[in-house]
Each structure stands twice: as C-alpha cells, then as structure tokens.
T-cell receptor, first 114, second 115 residues
Framework: DADVTQTPRNRITKTGKRIMLECSQT?????MYWYRQDPGLGLRLIYY???????NKGEISDGYSVSRQAQAKFSLSLESAIPNQTALYFC?????????????FGPGTRLTVL | AQTVTQSQPEMSVQEAETVTLSCTYD???????LFWYKQPPSRQMILVIR??????QNATENRFSVNFQKAAKSFSLKISDSQLGDAAMYFC????????????FGQGTRLTINP
C-alpha cells in the first residue's frame, strides 16, 4: 500500500463549485504540504502544516484553504473553483527529523475546472 | 527569495548514452539542500538524488550523479547508461536548511530516451 494517498485521483468540476482534495499518510510524519503543478512552472507551495495546530500559507494560497484533521490527514479546499485552478495537485510529507529531511509525494490529483 | 532555474525545457539522448541536465539556483544562504526529482508519465514524484550544500563531495546513486558547483550555484544531474525507463520530467529543487524548509522547484526538463 502507498504511504501517501490522495483522493480523488482525477476530478472535473464547474466554476463556482466547492471542491475538497484529501491526503492521507501512513508514514507517521508530522509535516505535510500541498503543492500545485502547472506546465512550465514546476511545483509551487500552497499550504504547509508542521502539526495539527500549525498551518501556514505558502507561495500561492489565495483561493485555497486547508484543514489538518489529524496527524495523518491534510485536506485542501477550493471554496469556489475557477478555471485557472485547473492543475495537478500534490500532497507531500516529511518527518522533520533533521534539517535535510526528504519530502515524499502522493500520486497527485488532476483537477479540471470548466 | 530563492529561485531555481532549469534552462532546458526538453532534452533527448540515445539509449545507453550519457546525458546531463542543468540546474542553477539563486540564494544568499549557506545552509541548504538540493534535490532532483523524477516524474514519469504515472505523475508520481520520485526522489532521484539529494545533495547537502555543506558537503563538497558530489552525491551519487547508481547511474545518477550530480555536479555540485557551490560558488557557481550550479547543480547538474548526470545520467549514465540511459535506459528507456529514465524517460520522464526531471525537476531540480532547493530547500533551505532553516525556517519552513519548503521546497522551491525549477520549471522542469522533459527527458526523452531514443531507442
């Protein structure tokens, strides 16, 4: 079984709809991240959380919100989806054990907003 | 703010040959880490190799090695004996050794392997 899972894997929605992307991990890591990938731009950080009570905005947080329901779960919401939020979304985790700890990524969610 | 630049949007190489992917970064920090991630058509982000800035020795993982030039702020990835399974998008990433320690990614290089 995968250590970091994301649901759904693919989603098509309409402008104005509320969408939630979910991330779960079995790695026991404290730190979780949400990234967005657009062609030609690489991955950009949306939000990150170091534990249940510590949530921080990333580079491109406008139009998004997050919830850390438990140590293992970190959800990303689009309150009112718009077409330029069409992208590939990744969740990642790290254990924060050292200064150079590695981030492990989920399989991604491809979101299309019509 | 730190930036990472991959100036080669696409590269191709013949199977079994060697290819080098370029990456430069901009930072005023002395404590940081650099990574190469591979993204095959499955979309999964896979860590290929990492380099600690305080280490002078270049990291190596089997057929993958890096050329880390700290003064020049350059971090290239060399793939030896290229295989069809190496075809993917490759991303260079930077991470500070302090603070939020979030990853900053380059734009990516799409690598094609010609049989």
């Amino acid at each position: 079984d995968a250590d970091v899972t994301q649901t759904p894997r693919n989603r098509i929605t309409k402008t104005g709809k509320r969408i939630m992307l979910e991330c779960s991990q079995t790695k026991g890591h404290d730190r979780m991240y949400w990234y967005r990938q657009d062609p030609g731009l690489g991955l950009r950080l949306i939000y990150y959380s170091f534990d249940v009570k510590d949530i921080n905005k990333g580079e491109i947080s406008d139009g998004y919100s997050v919830s850390r329901q438990a140590q293992a779960k970190f959800s990303l919401s689009l309150e009112s989806a718009i077409p330029n939020q069409t992208a590939l979304y990744f969740c990642a985790t790290s254990d924060g054990s050292g200064r150079g700890d590695t981030q492990y990524f989920g399989p991604g969610t491809r979101l299309t907003v019509l | 703010a730190q930036t990472v630049t991959q100036s080669q949007p696409e590269m191709s190489v013949q199977e079994a040959e060697t290819v080098t992917l370029s990456c430069t970064y901009d930072t005023s920090e002395s404590d940081y880490y650099l990574f190469w991630y591979k993204q095959p058509p499955s979309r999964q982000m896979i860590l290929v190799i990492r380099q600690e800035a305080y280490k002078q020795q270049n990291a190596t993982e089997n057929r993958f090695s890096v050329n880390f030039q700290k003064a020049a702020k350059s971090f290239s990835l060399k793939i030896s004996d290229s295989q069809l399974g190496d075809a993917a998008m490759y991303f260079c990433a930077y991470r500070s050794g302090r603070g939020a320690q979030k990853l900053v990614f380059g734009q990516g290089t799409r690598l094609t392997i010609n049989p």
